[in-house]
């Protein structure tokens, strides 16, 4: 018997809802075999769902057919008829008929009653008709999965085009088949697009292409990460990105490459400035490092101690110094110990008060403690902020000033003081008795200075009168001695020879004094003329040779051509080198006498030399006072006044020269005297001057006078 009608395929046709159709076939079914009762049970996914008719309670008959894991459940999974116990117990049972097609997907459930062809009729009902149903839901079903696999790509085109990071799919030939929205931003330009554009793009795919062609010329399996330059198309400015290569596998197709471009942009140019700022807090870091040792050494080599301390009074640093005063290898209770604990405490309480107070400096002066002394001892502690950048104090550096020594400045300082105040008034009374003594002083020169104008004028007068008579006796005793008076003895002879020689010595002796007394007087004039010093020195050669082959001596004289005529005192010139060369002749026997005179710049020195006996260091300085000798002794070998070298420097101070002297005893000496090519007259007194400031002067600055000058 047909089951099916025209108007009930279509109907089915017509049906969305797989129930719906399930519940028209159930009643074809029930009403064809005269079944009162059935229900259909079908599986949508996981989930069991009933369609009944004809039972009186179906709620209870479908919580009973849809517990997953029950007899029933159990015998649709089997795929055969069975049969079930009912619902609430008993002895009733239901005819379950599975419906396969071709796995179980759901079953016809009957009274336990029904016959056999009743069973038969309603699967055949069911066995026609529901591949009308299965058709149209399996139609349903691939219209929903394609409405659904449409919104899962277009939800997956979204996410993907929402990636900030270009995608790129290519194949195997590096063509490029998919893109999100911002790779087709890199690589693709549309007609509307600027030349620029167009220029960019092409750049890129150009790159693109090259890596890619790197990226496929790899060793199979061999994959990384990789860096593309890229060119922005909107401002042509240049992009780094990070390549992450993906190889997607295809079952029925070639492989795909998918490449996820990380814009790593911002990320290369901050790893460059970090490396910039790396290598810059680096030689930061190493100027700190040398600032730091560099302040660590000052620090250890400054005598006073130092100490850092933070924001909280602490002490973070102090040098060597430092140390001996805040810290201790002691024991608690040792002195030492207790000592370091006292500076501590009014060191930390000093800088407590300052980091209250507004100023950034402080000076305060209190005493500390010197723990291997025991002692105390007067500092001054000069406190210095350091600020930061919000203004607030970070550090607070100290110097501790030992002040022993300025106490004990200031303690001498009082008694310096008190002694001065005593010292001034024995210095009035001093100053009171040594004006009375000045004015006596003052007087006493007054009287000196009579009595020796006095001397002098009265030795100048005396001599004067004493070389009269003595001229007198030379004269005639000459008379004598050439036999005017008739012929003479040789006794005669003899005691007139006597006379004449003591006579001429006495003679000199007045000349002498009376040349000295001039100098001291102040009334020795200076006559200025042009003078040849070769034709004086040739004169003086003449004079002095007969005493010289007398003494067996050899003279010599040397006058460079070169020195020009002098202006000087002619008289006065030649009184020096006779005086100088007849000490030389007298001193020296069988030896040498040489007279040397050169320019020397605007002067010419004149030196005496001898290789006579030569004058003892110590006597040096004494040869230039008035009537000494180096032998003074009675029984002395060399005559003499004494007078010579004193008139002689006397002289030469006149004429505005020096006179040194080189001396080494038993070889000789040397007299050097040193003058002016040309002389300014000057005043009167100027030259009278010079003659008594060379009278004062200590016979020592003459560096080697002849011995027993005079």
């Known amino acids: 018997m047909a089951t099916t009608t025209p108007g009930l395929a279509e109907r089915l046709a017509r049906i969305q809802e797989p129930g719906e159709g399930l519940s028209v076939v159930l009643d074809r079914a029930l009403a064809v075999s005269g079944v009162e009762r059935g229900l259909v049970v079908f599986r949508v996914g996981e989930r069991y769902h009933t369609i009944a008719s004809g039972f009186a309670d179906e709620e209870t008959v479908g919580d009973v057919v849809r517990r997953d894991g029950s007899e029933l459940g159990a015998a649709i999974r089997a795929g055969g008829r069975a049969r079930v116990p009912a619902p609430g117990g008993g002895d009733d049972e239901l005819l379950l008929i599975p419906l396969n097609d071709p796995d179980p997907w759901g079953a016809i459930v009957l009274d336990g009653g029904v016959s056999e062809e009743e069973a038969e009729e309603v699967e055949s009902v069911f066995v026609e008709n529901v591949p009308f149903l299965e058709s149209a839901r399996r139609l349903r079903d691939l219209e929903e999965r394609s409405r659904s696999l449409e919104s899962e790509r277009d939800l997956f085109r979204n996410i993907v085009d929402g990636l900030p990071d270009p995608v790129v799919l290519t194949d195997s030939a590096s063509t490029i088949l998919e893109t999100n929205a911002r790779a087709e931003d890199l690589f693709f330009a549309g007609p509307d697009a600027s030349e620029g554009r167009r220029r960019a793009v092409q750049l890129n795919d150009l790159l693109f292409t090259s890596f890619l062609t790197r990226f496929t010329s790899e060793v199979e399996g061999e994959s990384g990460d990789r860096e593309l330059n890229l060119v922005d198309p909107s401002d042509g400015s240049d992009l780094m990105f990070e390549a992450l290569p993906a190889t997607i596998t295809m079952p029925s197709a070639e492989d795909r490459h998918l490449f996820i471009l990380r814009d790593i942009t911002d990320l290369k140019r901050a790893v ?5 700022q790396y290598k810059r807090s680096r030689v930061a870091e190493e100027r700190v490092r040398e600032e730091w040792q560099r302040l660590k050494a000052t620090l250890e080599n400054v005598g006073d101690p130092i100490l850092v301390t933070d924001a909280r009074s602490n002490i973070i640093l102090m040098n060597r110094q430092a140390e001996r005063l805040f810290e201790s290898d002691g024991s608690y209770d040792s002195p030492e110990q207790r000592a370091v604990r006292a500076n501590d405490t009014k060191f930390t309480g000093l800088i407590s008060d300052f980091l209250l107070e507004p100023g950034t400096r402080r000076v305060e002066t209190f005493e500390l403690h010197a723990p291997q002394e025991r002692t105390t001892f007067p500092v001054e502690v000069v406190s210095s902020k350091i600020m930061n950048a919000r203004g607030e104090a970070s550090a607070i550096v100290s110097v501790i000033h030992d002040l022993t020594q300025v106490v004990e400045n200031e303690r001498l300082a009082a008694e310096l003081k008190q002694l001065n105040e ?27 200075e009579k009595a020796s104008r006095l001397k002098s004028e009265f030795l100048a007068s005396m001599s004067h009168e004493l070389r009269t008579p003595i001229n007198a006796v030379l004269g005639y005793t ?19 020879d006597k006379i004449n020689t003591a006579s001429q010595h ?9 040349d000295l007394s001039k100098i001291e007087a102040g009334k020795m004039p200076v006559y200025l003329e042009e003078v040849s010093l070769k034709h004086l020195v ?4 003449e004079a002095v040779e007969p005493l010289a082959r007398e003494q067996g001596v050899d003279l010599r004289v040397e006058v460079d051509p070169a020195i020009p005529p002098m202006f000087t005192d002619r008289t006065k010139l030649k009184q ?11 001193f020296t026997e069988d ?7 050169r320019p020397r710049g605007e002067r010419v020195a004149i030196a005496v030399e001898d290789t006579g006996i030569g004058i003892r260091e110590s006597d040096l300085e ?10 003074q002794s009675p029984t002395r070998e060399y005559g003499g006044t004494g007078l010579g070298l004193s008139i002689t420097r006397k002289l030469v101070a006149l004429l505005e020269g020096a006179l040194d002297v080189e001396s080494t005893y038993g070889e000789g000496s040397c007299f050097t005297v040193v003058l002016p090519f040309r002389l300014d007259p000057g005043t009167r007194e100027a030259q009278m001057n010079r003659a008594l400031v060379a009278g004062d002067e200590d016979g020592s600055e003459a560096e080697a006078p002849d011995p027993g000058a005079g």
């Open 576 to 586: 020096i080198l006779l005086n100088l060369l007849s000490n030389a002749v007298k």
């Open 478 to 496: 000459s008379l004598m001695r050439e036999q005017i008076y008739g012929s003479l003895t040789d006794k005669q002879k003899s005691g007139l």
């Open 272 to 276: 460059s400035e970090m490396e910039a």
């Open 538 to 541: 040739s004169e003086l050669a």
């Open 506 to 514: 006495l003679l000199d002796l007045i000349n002498d004094i009376l």
């Open 622 to 631: 004494n040869i230039f006072d008035d009537f000494r000798q180096v032998d």
């Open 591 to 597: 030896g040498e006498v040489r007279l040397i005179a």
């Open 422 to 448: 005593e010292l001034e008034d024995r210095i009035q009374l001093a100053t009171v008795e040594l004006e009375e003594r000045n004015r006596r002083l003052e007087w006493q020169s007054r009287e000196l």
